[in-house]
């Protein structure tokens, strides 16, 4: 049981509100979530926790509760009906998802190109060394306990879905956000005078200095998916709350808008 969902169990038990402190204890008393090192539960783990996870808990002062009233509960996603392939061979959606997001089966980002298939489908990012990510954005994957970076969908073509997210040919969400959090911004006014005012793009050097620290970093893997990629990919999101997904992720973090915002703001400001 992870620590977000030890919490979960302990208020929806408890039906009070309760501190940091009195959380961490009962956690400590009934052992439902036990750390690697074998050392007691903190209570501040508890509150960086809960900042993590601002869709499941609500914090007054010093108190936390439930969102919501019933105890735990996840949103209501029904698992759609779909035709689901992997390299051609037809699987069930719950086992196509399973080998989607088993890390054994992810490849390093630097060697896909020539495998990536014309055909639509999901796709996962993970990176198996969290800390090279900076401090902040390093610390919430290392609560959330997982390595999942990114889940997104390829609505016509996988391969031309992952070289705009990866190779910044076009115009890639992902891309755009792992150059914000690694500190690059595209070239001021760039966006001035263009229809689109949100796809920025950093400048060529710096395309590449991402694309090599992508391909340095980050495991991919990815499945045919012909029907209901929307629904999905909000299975997968509900479930794992990966760290740079935005859109439909109850786990999104403030902090990629803000980077994002700061560099389209770049890119509409004229010298």
Not at 5 to 18: D, F, P, S, T, Y
């Given at each position: 049981?992870t620590?977000h ?14 501190t940091p402190v ?11 979530y ?7 539960i903190?209570?501040?783990?508890i509150g960086?926790?809960?900042?993590n996870y601002?869709?499941?808990f609500r914090?007054?002062g010093s108190?936390i509760?439930?969102k919501?009233?019933?105890g735990?509960?996840?949103p209501?996603?029904s698992?759609?009906k779909?035709?689901?392939?992997l390299?051609g061979?037809n699987?069930?959606?719950?086992l ?7 890390e054994k089966n992810f490849k390093?980002a630097?060697?896909i190109?020539?495998d990536?298939p014309?055909?639509p489908g999901?796709y ?10 900076p401090g902040?954005?390093s610390s919430?994957?290392k609560?959330r306990?997982?390595?999942?970076i990114y ?6 073509s996988?391969?031309?879905?992952l ?9 890639g969400?992902f ?5 914000a959090?690694?500190?690059y911004?595209?070239?001021?006014g ?5 229809r689109?005012q949100?796809?920025?793009r950093f400048?060529k050097?710096?395309e590449?200095k991402?694309i090599?620290?992508?391909?340095e970093n980050?495991?991919v ?6 029907e209901?990629?929307?629904s999905?990919?909000a ?9 740079l997904n935005i859109?439909?992720n109850?786990?999104?973090?403030e ?8 560099c ?5 400001t004229?010298?």
């Open positions: 049981m620590l969902a030890a919490i979960e169990q302990v208020l929806a038990q408890e039906k009070i509100k309760m009195e959380i961490a204890e009962a956690l400590n008393k009934n052992s439902w036990s750390k690697k090192d074998g050392s007691v903190k209570s501040s783990q960086a926790r809960i900042k601002p869709h499941l914090k007054e108190l509760s439930l919501s009233n019933t735990i509960k996840k209501a996603i698992k759609p779909g035709k689901v392939g390299s061979a699987l069930k959606p719950e196509a998802l399973k080998v989607l997001m088993n390093p630097g060697e190109d020539g990536l014309d055909i999901l996962c990012l993970r990176i198996p060394r969290p800390e090279t990510l902040s954005f919430v994957l609560s306990e997982h390595n999942i889940i997104g969908i390829a609505s016509k996988l391969r031309k879905r070289n705009q997210e990866l190779r910044a040919k076009g115009h969400t891309f755009r956000s792992i150059g959090v690694l500190g911004v595209p070239e001021k760039s966006l001035v005078g263009k689109n949100n796809n920025y400048a050097e710096d590449k991402i090599a620290w992508i391909n980050f495991l893997n990815w499945i045919q998916l012909e209901n990629l929307n999905f990919e299975v997968l999101l509900n479930e794992h709350l990966p760290l859109a439909g109850p786990g999104a973090l902090e990629i808008t803000l980077l994002r915002n700061k389209k703001q770049i890119a509409r004229e010298d």
